[in-house]
Antibody, heavy 125, light 108 residues
């Protein structure tokens, strides 16, 4: 059974760097065709994809947030870490990590089949 | 930049009725890259459909997905009380992933 659990600070101050950890079980991020993504959702608003890291350490970032985001994995700890620099009140949101599975049709395509419960982050001085 | 537009914003229906949710892409996409999620208040999203028409594990048969090119549809054949919720479509691309703005299905 795959599970993911997000952890990190509940409140951060403006301009600080947010660090969130996704601790997972039930799969290996060394396995071909697997990824872990981060998604956020401001209160009352839609989902926004932030970044993904794949089994081969390939990484992709949202173009609008690329300069502020860093994703990394520690396969020995079964963790994925997200850092977001220069936090602003508009970054207040629930942050989710999700397991990405793949299918193949001449290329690999991905979809997020298991999600963590999310962690709420408030940016306030 | 790909944009996914979901319609309607809110769908008001009675239990037992058929729900048809639309997701329109701003450019033609491969149907394998299109997924649907359900999100209930205070909960994480749940995968319903991937590759436009494949039901995820454990998803009831009343949920179905269809479409190609720029137009995709999520159909709930007969609304169960637990189906009143928010629904999002999402596109995968090798460089970025995109969500629609969501459709809320509410009790009429």
């Amino acid at each position: 059974q795959i599970t993911l659990n997000e952890s990190g600070p509940v409140v951060v101050k403006p301009t600080q760097t947010l660090t969130l950890t996704c601790t997972f079980s039930g799969f290996s991020l060394n396995s071909s065709g697997v990824g872990v993504a981060w998604i956020r959702q401001p209160p009352g608003r839609a989902l926004e994809w932030l970044t993904v890291i794949y089994w081969d350490d390939d990484k992709r970032y949202s173009p609008s947030l690329r300069s502020r985001l860093t994703i990394s994995k520690d396969t020995s700890k079964d963790q994925v870490v997200l850092t977001m620099a220069n936090m602003d009140p508009v970054d207040t949101a629930t942050y989710y990590c999700a397991h990405a599975s793949s299918g193949y049709y001449y290329y690999y395509y991905y979809y997020m089949d298991v999600w963590g419960k999310g962690t709420t982050v408030t940016v306030s001085s | 930049e790909l944009v996914l537009t979901q319609s309607p914003g809110t769908l008001s229906l009675s239990p037992g009725k058929r729900a048809t949710l639309s997701c329109r892409a701003s450019q033609s996409v491969n149907s394998y890259n299109l997924a649907w999620y359900q999100q209930k208040p205070g909960q994480a999203p749940r995968l319903l459909i991937y590759a436009a028409s494949s039901r995820a594990t454990g998803i009831p048969g009343r949920f179905s997905g269809s479409g190609s090119g720029t137009d995709f549809t999520l159909t709930i054949s007969r609304l169960d009380p637990e189906d009143f919720s928010m629904y999002y479509c999402q596109h995968y691309d090798s460089s970025r992933w995109t969500f629609g703005q969501g459709t809320k299905v509410e009790v009429k």
